[in-house]
């Protein structure tokens, strides 16, 4: 997933459920390519969204992207102009904005992660995320509400490791080689022989075939919104990053604006 362009070739059409030799204009399906820059959902982070282009006039839009039967990644989306055919030339393009974004959130969930096993202690584990270009869910094991103050140490680390900025390295290595280095796999998950490891400085090192930043001060900023119990001995945390997280500021900022013009008071007598 280094690059959102390429040059492929249809390799299968699908329609309701069915292979067919063409997709016409306005018809949904499923495309098969050769080769794909596309992210296929998987590990908590959405499937790319973007376009599959003929030519100028013609193109697939490409709403999502998922796996079936493990690695054939399918793009699910409509053609808007022309036809479609098996075999046909194509440069596939995903969405940068959306890509970017969601690299964001998937790189911050990983400093949470550490952050959290750093606050709580190693009992935490991951039992559930949801990446997506507009903000993160990260579920995992504890036995009780976070306080505030937990919470904010926990922002507080990631958004260090954030203004440390260390480039975010990736290996592809054999598993016991990467469990050996001190990755940290997660609990029931099946992974191949060979599994890509992914490092942020000495913070995090976990297994990972998902999309990150080069450097964790992409990220820019990273704010708790949520911390709720969904289950059980399972708590979840939400939160955004960069952008989407300096708009959360900025509407709590207006939020205090307006208790603070209701009694009528500066900003540091609210509290009193």
Known sequence: ?????????????????????????????????????????????????????????QRFEVSDTQKQGGDLFVHIGQLKGGVLRVGDQVQPQVERTRRIN?????SATHLLHAAL?????????????????????????????????QLQRIERLVNEQIRENHRVETRIMSLEDAKASGAMALFGEKYADDVRVLRMGDFSIELCGGTHVEALGDIGLFKITAETGIASGVRRIEGVCGAQALAWVEADEQRLQRVVDLVKAGREDVDH
């Open 1 to 57: 997933y280094e690059q959102i362009s390429d040059q492929a070739t249809v390799i299968a059409l699908f329609q309701e459920g069915r292979s067919v030799e063409t997709l016409g204009d306005k018809e949904r399906g499923m495309v098969v390519l050769d080769r794909t820059p596309f992210y296929a959902e998987s590990g908590g982070q959405v499937g790319d969204a973007g376009i599959i282009e003929l030519d100028a006039k």
């Open 102 to 106: 969601t690299a964001l959130n998937h």
């Open 117 to 149: 096993r750093t606050v709580l202690g190693e009992h935490v584990q991951q039992k559930g995320s949801l990446v997506d270009p507009h903000r993160l869910r990260f579920d995992f094991s504890h036995f009780e509400p976070l306080t505030r103050e």
